[in-house]
């Protein structure tokens, strides 16, 4: 399974980014996908994540309000929609995958419960 990320760049406080996730996953509908990110010197952090059929969705409080995560299962893509974007929203961006259908119980918010992660795209912020 590969994950493409793409759509980070530099971008002002205040600003928009949309990342996407192109999935070579199938059938991409039975999995989990997520968004994790690591600012310089920081761990990785869970920043969203959609269930396989797109009916559940999650946030870091970091980002509520802030995100919208989605995906398009005839494309084989995720998404995430930033706005209103901080300096602390920094760093690289990782979208995640795992062949699974459950949500509840699932701990979609760590990245051991994903086992395929993209290369990452570079989200600045500048101030």
């Known amino acids: 399974v590969q994950l493409q990320a793409s759509g980070g760049g530099l971008v002002q406080a205040g600003g928009s980014l949309k990342l996407s996730c192109a999935a070579s996953a199938r059938p991409f509908n039975s999995y989990r996908m997520g968004w994790f990110r690591q600012a310089p010197g920081k761990g990785r952090e869970f920043v969203a994540a959609?269930?396989?059929?797109?009916?559940?969705?999650d946030y870091a409080d970091s980002v509520k309000g802030r995100a919208t995560i989605s995906r398009d299962n005839a494309k084989n893509t995720v998404s995430l929609q930033m706005n209103s974007l901080k300096p602390e929203d920094t760093a690289v961006y990782y979208c995640a995958g795992r062949l699974s259908r459950s949500w509840s119980g699932s701990l979609y918010y760590r990245s051991s419960s994903y086992d395929h992660w993209g290369q990452g795209t570079l989200v600045t912020v500048s101030s």
């Open positions: 959609i269930s396989s059929t797109g009916g559940s969705t």
